[in-house]
């Protein structure tokens, strides 16, 4: 038996109907690649585990009472036997290009280990996203900083060195074991053929407002994680623009109001520009309306956070 090339870890609660469609796009992209598959199944009251264990001697079925999904993949990683680990979610599916890419990455590390890599998932072609392109419509030539879990390639020696991800974070443990990895001299190595697809994305505003939320969860975690992430500190000064703005309003400061509400959009428009470059207001002005959208969620998140720490 070759020796065992690749883990992929899939983190997985309530996807019964989805990790068939997971596994079975891991198999097809790796054939030929000596692989394993540890479905880590976070206390799924559906048929997950049925659905997990039916689908071939080389799927490793893990029930996993962890508190976070950082926990759940950590608990993966730790029965893995892969040199290399592949972290993606069970909604996420591999596209065709997936093992040139990983060959690249090979053939660019034969014995460096100081690298992480994956990349940023794309929206299906076959399922509407709210927004549109949103989450795959950035600058094409913008490298990305820090490697989202839904798709995270690591060495296993690297990912046990630096002892997997901060379990005490409910979200942006991704972010912050890319920032760890990246302060351990690191080299976050992106390669255009590694392409996944999401099918989680939200389908309208009211899932991309609790999507959201809930990714912001992380960054409220403490006051260390929360002063260390740009984005709870501009959504924070987003929030407190707009107590301003109304407090503006109602006492008749209309030279104030306007200041505020000034300075309250150019925080979505400066996104907008800093994501997408620099484009006519016009062909913009939905996007500014979905970044106005997310760091209202984002500054959200403090209320999950304390309905999460209070509520027993």
Request: hydrophobic share 45%.
């Given at each position: 038996?070759?020796?065992?090339?690749?883990?992929?870890?899939?983190?997985?609660?309530?996807?019964?109907?989805?990790i068939?469609?997971?596994?079975?796009?891991?198999?097809?992209?790796?054939?030929?690649?000596?692989?394993?598959?540890?479905?880590?199944?976070?206390?799924?009251?559906?048929?997950?585990?049925?659905?997990?264990?039916?689908?071939?001697?080389?799927?490793?079925?893990?029930?996993?009472k962890?508190?976070?999904?950082?926990?759940?993949?950590?608990?993966?990683?730790?029965?893995?036997?892969?040199?290399?680990?592949?972290?993606?979610?069970a909604d996420?599916?591999?596209?065709?290009?997936?093992?040139?890419?990983y060959?690249?990455?090979l053939?660019?590390?034969?014995?460096?280990?100081n690298?992480?890599?994956?990349?940023?998932?794309?929206?299906?072609?076959?399922?509407?996203?709210?927004?549109?392109?949103?989450y795959?419509?950035?600058?094409?030539?913008?490298?990305?900083?820090?490697?989202?879990?839904?798709?995270?390639?690591?060495?296993?020696?690297?990912?046990?060195?630096?002892?997997?991800?901060?379990?005490?974070?409910?979200?942006?443990?991704?972010?912050?074991?890319s920032?760890?990895?990246?302060?351990?001299?690191?080299?976050?190595?992106?390669?255009?053929?590694?392409?996944?697809?999401?099918?989680?994305?939200?389908?309208?505003?009211?899932?991309?407002?609790?999507?959201?939320?809930?990714?912001?969860?992380?960054?409220?975690?403490n006051?260390?994680?929360?002063?260390?992430?740009?984005?709870?500190?501009?959504?924070?000064?987003?929030?407190?623009?707009?107590?301003?703005?109304?407090?503006?309003?109602?006492?008749?400061?209309?030279?104030?109001?306007?200041?505020?509400?000034?300075?309250?959009?150019?925080?979505?428009?400066?996104?907008?520009?800093?994501k997408?470059?620099?484009?006519?207001?016009?062909?913009?002005?939905?996007?500014?309306?979905?970044?106005?959208?997310?760091?209202?969620?984002?500054?959200?998140?403090?209320?999950?956070?304390?309905?999460?720490?209070?509520?027993?």
């Amino acid at each position: 038996m070759s020796e065992l090339e690749i883990s992929f870890i899939i983190p997985c609660k309530n996807e019964a109907n989805m990790i068939k469609r997971t596994v079975d796009s891991i198999v097809k992209v790796c054939n030929g690649l000596c692989v394993e598959i540890i479905v880590c199944d976070n206390e799924s009251t559906d048929d997950t585990e049925k659905v997990a264990s039916s689908l071939g001697d080389n799927v490793v079925y893990l029930y996993s009472k962890a508190v976070t999904v950082a926990g759940v993949r950590n608990e993966g990683a730790s029965i893995s036997y892969g040199k290399i680990l592949v972290f993606v979610d069970a909604d996420t599916v591999l596209g065709d290009s997936w093992k040139s890419g990983y060959y690249a990455l090979l053939n660019k590390n034969t014995i460096n280990t100081n690298w992480f890599s994956g990349s940023h998932v794309l929206e299906p072609k076959d399922e509407k996203c709210f927004p549109e392109r949103w989450y795959d419509d950035a600058i094409p030539h913008k490298k990305n900083k820090y490697m989202n879990s839904a798709h995270f390639i690591v060495p296993k020696i690297t990912f046990n060195l630096l002892r997997g991800f901060d379990e005490n974070l409910v979200s942006g443990e991704d972010y912050e074991f890319s920032e760890r990895l990246i302060n351990k001299g690191c080299e976050l190595q992106n390669i255009r053929e590694l392409v996944a697809f999401h099918y989680g994305y939200p389908r309208n505003i009211r899932e991309f407002m609790i999507r959201e939320s809930w990714h912001g969860m992380g960054d409220f975690s403490n006051l260390g994680y929360f002063l260390n992430s740009k984005v709870a500190l501009i959504s924070t000064v987003f929030f407190i623009l707009h107590l301003f703005c109304v407090i503006a309003f109602f006492t008749g400061a209309v030279d104030e109001f306007i200041i505020l509400a000034f300075f309250t959009i150019v925080i979505p428009i400066a996104s907008v520009i800093k994501k997408f470059g620099a484009r006519p207001l016009g062909a913009q002005s939905r996007k500014i309306a979905v970044f106005y959208l997310y760091f209202l969620a984002r500054f959200f998140s403090l209320f999950r956070v304390l309905a999460k720490k209070y509520t027993y």
